[in-house]
Nanobody, 121 residues
């Protein structure tokens, strides 16, 4: 089995910063894309940022210039550094990864349990 465990969420004032981490563990042969999604109450889950195995990253427009996604392949870990946080960034943030647990040719999508980020005004 594969597990994704997030950490680093919390309460921060507007303009502040947080760093989220997500560690993948279990039966892992390779990990392709790793990503962060978020879901605010009453709103569909949305992609925030994604990073490929070789480090290419892309972001939703709302976070460009404020958030940075990165990964450490040796540690099966993905990070999301968030700066200049605003109340509209308040959401549960979920880690997502495409993992090959049995053979390197077949990847499955796995999700973490989520970590709450709350930005006060």
């Amino acid at each position: 089995q594969v597990q994704l465990v997030e950490s680093g969420g919390g309460l921060v004032e507007a303009g502040g910063s947080l760093r989220l981490s997500c560690v993948a563990s279990g039966s892992i042969l390779s990990i392709r894309d790793m990503a962060w999604y978020r879901q605010a109450p009453g709103i569909a889950r949305e992609l925030v940022a994604r990073v490929s195995m070789d480090g290419n990253a892309n972001y939703v427009d709302a976070v460009k210039g404020r958030f940075t996604i990165s990964r450490d392949n040796a540690k099966n870990t993905v990070y999301l550094q968030m700066h200049s946080l605003q109340p509209e960034d308040t959401a549960v943030y979920y880690c997502n990864a495409l993992v090959a647990p049995y053979t390197r040719d077949i990847h499955f999508t796995y999700w973490g349990q989520g970590t709450q980020v709350t930005v006060s005004s």
